[in-house]
């Protein structure tokens, strides 16, 4: 369903669309079952002259579980949905696997700052790459972002990731993603941070493995040296 | 009586001349100046409605009318429009003007418990409605931080660039929450004090119930909001820290205090609209209510529920990963007492003789509608999923279809239904009609191309999607939903028309002409001070929805409360 509107390209964004799916399909099924017997109701039972209203109490037992069987089975819906909720929710944000590499994002306004490590693969020394704007990742390699703020709420949204986090001043979020697909994509701040909001675009470049090697050597402060 | 005795004096001596209409302790005067206030604030907030759609489909252009709409205020107008629609329409017109009018007409009473701070709280509320509108006004233009309101951006002027407007926005905020703790004491302790005698807890009409439930979830929930606003314009005007983080504060503690008021002010505004409408489904239906206690109970258990839902708001905003699955699984119980409360609407339907006029068109469009609404929140309730569609256009089409059911069909539901006993006139039916069609297929062509744009990756407050690549090609979507919006502001000129018109030249209503149970229908149209003559205030024999009843007297598909039992015992 949303992969028809836009890509999926990290290893957890076919997961997430999954889910959506899930909940469609459940609520879907109730919305057009409740739909269906809302509009015949009204169709069956319209007013027609000489027909008497029925007294119904809602409190006969053949009647009172149309009520209470759909209450039951709304319920096990849910708990399929918070079974997967939970999972989805716990490998995206709760559990953070291995790191190939470590990034740094800060948020400020109205612009997108990225750290990260040159050559010596660590980050906070002299040969770090900052760029603005711009995040170039290596595909098929999980990152860790360590992101922060410098001024007020800010939010690193990669729509084709389906990743989203708020950038909070003072605290420094710790998230994951693994990109599949090289391309260029849009990063778009989700948290409204001023008048600049709109305008707070950045881009992340996926690369193949030899070119961001080779993006790597070009930008370390250390190779220019 | 004390208070009667205290109205017969208010007759005699209160103010007189247009005085008796913005100094009155009436209840239905004050209903009224919540009502025309809120109306007017709905056409200010539609307004700016206009304004942003037609920046969003037509960018950069000249909005006619208008004028180019900045950034700043593109955020100004996206802030205000919430606000505005959310404080003084919903909560004004659903809680303050139909509670006003139909809690004492309903219980059978002759005014509301205290009158003077029902008019304070009408005051108060007109000063907030001042400061808002002249807030927009002030050099900086108003506040463009979100109705969330947001630390820091709100806190700190260096960021939002409105210190004026900022301030003034949320002083509004504050003093509008004021005027409703005022009206929902009032609302509470008349329930509680002043109905007919006979009328027990269960023989009750769902509308004074369910604004009063909503008066105590909102007096419940607002404290920390205040507490918050008044530490927010600290940190604003004196220079303290409780949102800053370079000085020891937390911009997240906000977060908390604003949606632990935020989640269960939906319900404060749902619980009075659903109360209205079921009292309406069932008048057309001529039905009983199927399962009146399973109605109230539910609304309790949602009323119980939504303290404990906030956080799903704040899923991503750097809250602890695991809090998300417990929020996750209150969000999800939630969804089960509001199913049941619209099944059990749905469920009354059956074997009734259902009467399509226009309030009931209304009353069955909040059902149809709200589903949607309630569905589609159980996306953004599922902790996964949340992490892609927060902050969205899903979001957006998911709160306008359970805000909008709620703030405008329920709104004219109750409107077109009450109106003979506001004003002694009917309306004209087939305009009612004209603008109820104009209105609700409009409303689905401006919304569902939203969740698709949601879907599709498309954040919200953003003033120009042009700017972003991948959200360029969905620009037909975004001139669809412009467009259904102006045929839908075209279509509310039928129902001004329909109001003027029928006020003056509409023939006049009799005292029931729905042939209701309720007791408001047993006093005069309009009503005079007091309701009721001091000696014929009405007694209850028999619940609210008594239509259809076998031991009715001959001919009557109905069986009023106040009409005393033939020869068979009051209660079986």
């Given at each position: 369903?949303?992969?028809?509107?836009?890509?999926?390209?990290?290893?957890?964004?076919?997961?997430?669309?999954?889910?959506?799916?899930?909940?469609?399909?459940?609520?879907?099924?109730?919305?057009?079952?409740?739909?269906?017997?809302?509009?015949?109701?009204?169709?069956?039972?319209?007013?027609?002259?000489?027909?008497?209203?029925?007294?119904?109490?809602?409190?006969?037992k053949h009647l009172k579980r149309?009520?209470?069987?759909?209450?039951?089975?709304?319920?096990?819906?849910?708990?399929?949905?918070?079974?997967?909720?939970?999972?989805?929710?716990?490998?995206?944000?709760?559990?953070?696997?291995?790191a190939d590499y470590t990034v740094?994002?800060?948020?400020?306004?109205?612009?997108?700052?990225?750290?990260?490590?040159?050559?010596?693969?660590?980050?906070?020394?002299?040969?770090?790459?900052?760029?603005?704007?711009?995040?170039?990742?290596?595909?098929?390699?999980?990152?860790?972002?360590?992101?922060?703020?410098?001024?007020?709420?800010?939010?690193?949204?990669?729509?084709?990731?389906?990743?989203?986090?708020?950038?909070?001043?003072?605290?420094?979020?710790?998230?994951?993603?693994?990109?599949?697909?090289?391309?260029?994509?849009?990063?778009?701040?989700?948290?409204?941070?001023?008048?600049?909001?709109?305008?707070?675009?950045?881009?992340?470049?996926?690369?193949?493995?030899?070119?961001?090697?080779?993006?790597?050597?070009?930008?370390?402060?250390?190779?220019?040296? | 009586?004390?208070?009667?005795?205290?109205?017969?004096?208010?007759?005699?001596?209160?103010?007189?001349?247009?005085?008796?209409?913005?100094?009155?302790?009436?209840?239905?005067?004050?209903?009224?100046?919540?009502?025309?206030?809120?109306?007017?604030?709905?056409?200010?907030?539609?307004?700016?409605?206009?304004?942003?759609?037609?920046?969003?489909?037509?960018?950069?252009?000249?909005?006619?009318?208008?004028?180019?709409?900045?950034?700043?205020?593109?955020?100004?107008?996206?802030?205000?429009?919430?606000?505005?629609?959310?404080?003084?329409?919903?909560?004004?017109?659903?809680?303050?003007?139909?509670?006003?009018?139909?809690?004492?007409?309903?219980?059978?009473?002759?005014?509301?418990?205290?009158?003077?701070?029902?008019?304070?709280?009408?005051?108060?509320?007109?000063?907030?409605?001042?400061?808002?509108?002249?807030?927009?006004?002030?050099?900086?233009?108003?506040?463009?931080?979100?109705?969330?309101?947001?630390?820091?951006?709100?806190?700190?002027?260096?960021?939002?660039?409105?210190?004026?407007?900022?301030?003034?926005?949320?002083?509004?905020?504050?003093?509008?929450?004021?005027?409703?703790?005022?009206?929902?004491?009032?609302?509470?302790?008349?329930?509680?004090?002043?109905?007919?005698?006979?009328?027990?807890?269960?023989?009750?009409?769902?509308?004074?119930?369910?604004?009063?439930?909503?008066?105590?979830?909102?007096?419940?929930?607002?404290?920390?909001?205040?507490?918050?606003?008044?530490?927010?314009?600290?940190?604003?005007?004196?220079?303290?820290?409780?949102?800053?983080?370079?000085?020891?504060?937390?911009?997240?503690?906000?977060?908390?205090?604003?949606?632990?008021?935020?989640?269960?002010?939906?319900?404060?505004?749902?619980?009075?609209?659903?109360?209205?409408?079921?009292?309406?489904?069932?008048?057309?239906?001529?039905?009983?209510?199927?399962?009146?206690?399973?109605?109230?109970?539910?609304?309790?258990?949602?009323?119980?529920?939504?303290?404990?839902?906030?956080?799903?708001?704040q899923f991503i905003a750097g809250?602890?990963?695991?809090?998300?699955?417990?929020?996750?699984?209150?969000?999800?119980?939630?969804?089960?007492?509001?199913?049941?409360?619209?099944?059990?609407?749905?469920?009354?339907?059956?074997?009734?003789?259902?009467?399509?006029?226009?309030?009931?068109?209304?009353?069955?469009?909040?059902?149809?509608?709200?589903?949607?609404?309630?569905?589609?929140?159980?996306?953004?309730?599922?902790?996964?999923?949340?992490?892609?569609?927060?902050?969205?256009?899903?979001?957006?089409?998911?709160?306008?279809?359970?805000?909008?059911?709620?703030?405008?069909?329920?709104?004219?539901?109750?409107?077109?239904?009450?109106?003979?006993?506001?004003?002694?006139?009917?309306?004209?039916?087939?305009?009612?009609?004209?603008?109820?069609?104009?209105?609700?297929?409009?409303?689905?062509?401006?919304?569902?191309?939203?969740?698709?744009?949601?879907?599709?990756?498309?954040?919200?407050?953003?003033?120009?999607?042009?700017?972003?690549?991948?959200?360029?090609?969905?620009?037909?979507?975004?001139?669809?939903?412009?467009?259904?919006?102006?045929?839908?502001?075209?279509?509310?000129?039928?129902?001004?028309?329909?109001?003027?018109?029928?006020?003056?030249?509409?023939?006049?209503?009799?005292?029931?002409?729905?042939?209701?149970?309720?007791?408001?229908?047993?006093?005069?149209?309009?009503?005079?001070?007091?309701?009721?003559?001091?000696?014929?205030?009405?007694?209850?024999?028999?619940?609210?929805?008594?239509?259809?009843?076998?031991?009715?007297?001959?001919?009557?598909?109905?069986?009023?409360?106040?009409?005393?039992?033939?020869?068979?015992?009051?209660?079986?």
């Open positions: 369903m949303v992969e028809r509107l836009i890509q999926e390209a990290s290893s957890f964004a076919g997961s997430i669309d999954g889910l959506i799916a899930l909940v469609m399909v459940l609520v879907g099924f109730w919305l057009i079952l409740a739909e269906a017997v809302f509009f015949w109701l009204i169709f069956r039972f319209r007013a027609k002259p000489d027909v008497r209203t029925q007294y119904i109490t809602g409190k006969e149309w009520i209470t069987i759909p209450h039951a089975l709304v319920l096990v819906c849910d708990v399929f949905i918070i079974v997967g909720a939970v999972r989805v929710w716990y490998n995206v944000k709760q559990h953070l696997p291995e740094r994002v800060i948020g400020q306004q109205w612009a997108w700052v990225f750290q990260q490590p040159g050559q010596d693969g660590e980050l906070d020394t002299a040969d770090d790459i900052y760029t603005t704007d711009n995040l170039y990742v290596e595909n098929e390699k999980t990152y860790h972002f360590e992101l922060t703020s410098r001024d007020v709420l800010h939010d690193f949204s990669v729509p084709v990731f389906r990743l989203k986090q708020d950038a909070v001043p003072g605290r420094t979020i710790t998230g994951w993603f693994r990109p599949t697909v090289a391309g260029t994509f849009d990063i778009q701040c989700a948290e409204i941070c001023g008048i600049g909001h709109g305008v707070m675009l950045g881009h992340i470049n996926v690369q193949t493995a030899s070119e961001h090697e080779q993006w790597i050597a070009q930008h370390s402060p250390a190779s220019a040296q | 009586m004390a208070q009667t005795h205290e109205h017969g004096a208010h007759a005699d001596h209160g103010p007189q001349g247009i005085l008796k209409y913005i100094w009155s302790t009436d209840h239905k005067i004050i209903a009224m100046q919540y009502l025309f206030t809120g109306m007017f604030m709905a056409m200010v907030g539609g307004f700016m409605a206009y304004v942003f759609r037609m920046q969003l489909a037509f960018p950069g252009t000249s909005v006619p009318l208008y004028g180019v709409v900045s950034p700043a205020e593109y955020n100004a107008l996206i802030t205000n429009h919430g606000s505005i629609m959310i404080f003084w329409v919903a909560m004004p017109v659903l809680i303050a003007a139909f509670g006003n009018f139909c809690i004492p007409l309903m219980i059978g009473a002759d005014d509301m418990v205290f009158p003077r701070i029902n008019r304070l709280s009408y005051q108060v509320f007109l000063l907030s409605v001042l400061v808002v509108l002249a807030s927009l006004f002030v050099p900086g233009g108003g506040f463009g931080g979100a109705w969330t309101s947001y630390p820091p951006l709100s806190a700190n002027s260096a960021y939002n660039l409105t210190r004026l407007g900022a301030s003034m926005w949320l002083t509004a905020v504050a003093l509008e929450f004021v005027a409703f703790l005022l009206g929902g004491i009032n609302f509470i302790t008349t329930l509680m004090n002043s109905r007919a005698p006979g009328m027990k807890a269960y023989d009750i009409p769902m509308t004074p119930w369910m604004i009063v439930i909503a008066s105590i979830v909102f007096m419940l929930s607002v404290g920390p909001l205040i507490a918050g606003a008044i530490m927010l314009l600290f940190d604003q005007n004196l220079g303290t820290g409780f949102f800053d983080p370079n000085r020891g504060g937390d911009p997240i503690l906000w977060q908390h205090l604003f949606w632990f008021f935020g989640h269960p002010e939906v319900y404060v505004v749902l619980f009075p609209a659903i109360g209205m409408v079921i009292d309406i489904i069932a008048t057309f239906a001529r039905k009983k209510l199927f399962g009146y206690k399973i109605i109230l109970y539910t609304a309790v258990a949602t009323a119980v529920l939504s303290f404990f839902v906030w956080a799903h708001h809250i602890d990963p695991r809090m998300a699955n417990i929020f996750t699984v209150t969000t999800l119980l939630i969804s089960v007492p509001i199913a049941e409360m619209l099944f059990v609407s749905i469920a009354t339907l059956y074997g009734g003789s259902i009467h399509l006029t226009t309030p009931m068109l209304w009353a069955l469009a909040f059902i149809g509608e709200f589903l949607i609404g309630g569905v589609t929140g159980i996306f953004l309730g599922a902790s996964g999923a949340d992490v892609y569609l927060h902050d969205t256009y899903f979001v957006l089409a998911h709160f306008h279809y359970t805000f909008f059911p709620i703030a405008i069909i329920g709104t004219f539901a109750a409107f077109t239904y009450w109106f003979p006993k506001m004003f002694g006139k009917m309306m004209d039916d087939r305009l009612g009609k004209i603008h109820f069609w104009g209105t609700v297929i409009p409303f689905n062509v401006i919304f569902i191309p939203l969740f698709v744009l949601g879907l599709g990756g498309q954040h919200r407050r953003i003033y120009n999607f042009q700017n972003f690549p991948e959200l360029q090609h969905m620009q037909p979507l975004r001139i669809l939903a412009t467009g259904a919006l102006i045929v839908m502001l075209f279509f509310q000129i039928f129902f001004f028309w329909n109001v003027i018109k029928s006020w003056i030249s509409g023939p006049k209503a009799p005292k029931n002409p729905w042939k209701a149970n309720t007791l408001e229908w047993t006093a005069d149209s309009p009503p005079p001070h007091g309701n009721w003559p001091p000696d014929q205030l009405p007694k209850v024999y028999r619940g609210p929805y008594e239509y259809g009843h076998p031991d009715a007297p001959e001919g009557m598909d109905y069986w009023p409360q106040n009409l005393p039992p033939q020869n068979q015992p009051a209660r079986g």
